[in-house]
């Protein structure tokens, strides 16, 4: 799902979007001429790798997607806590959105159940 960015209305409107067998389901408004808030929920199943083994696993997701997106280049005006996402191309597209946040996600340290039971000495990277 597509949605250009000047057309994003003030109140908040309900979306859902999915990829695969993940789904993003929530709300975006415009708070600002340059800012959109998107509150969200991630579900669905995704594989990823245990870190330590190498086996693939598929995780079920239940993730909160609480985020700003910025058209352009983002000024921070304030000391906000938000993760802020710049738009280059004037167009939220949300399938794009969760394949970030995969990616995210996949990106995390992960052990598998049989690895997170082991005990053995491995080498650690700090």
């Known amino acids: 799902m597509k949605i ?32 959109v808030k998107i509150d969200a929920v991630l579900k669905g199943n995704t594989q990823i790798n245990c870190c330590r ?25 304030s000391k906000s806590e938000d993760l802020v996402i710049e738009i280059d191309n004037n167009t939220i597209d949300f399938d794009e959105i969760i394949q970030s946040e995969l990616e995210s996600i996949k990106s995390d340290y992960y052990l598998c159940e049989n690895c997170s039971h082991d005990d053995s000495e491995f080498q650690k990277e700090f």
């Open 4 to 35: 250009e960015f000047k057309k994003v209305p003030q109140n908040p409107k309900e979306f859902s979007s999915s990829l695969d067998s993940v789904e993003i389901e929530g709300t975006f408004c415009k708070i600002s001429q340059s800012l």
């Open 53 to 77: 083994c190498g086996i693939t696993d598929t995780i079920a997701l239940n993730e909160d997607a609480n985020f700003l997106l910025s058209d352009g280049i983002y000024k921070e005006d």
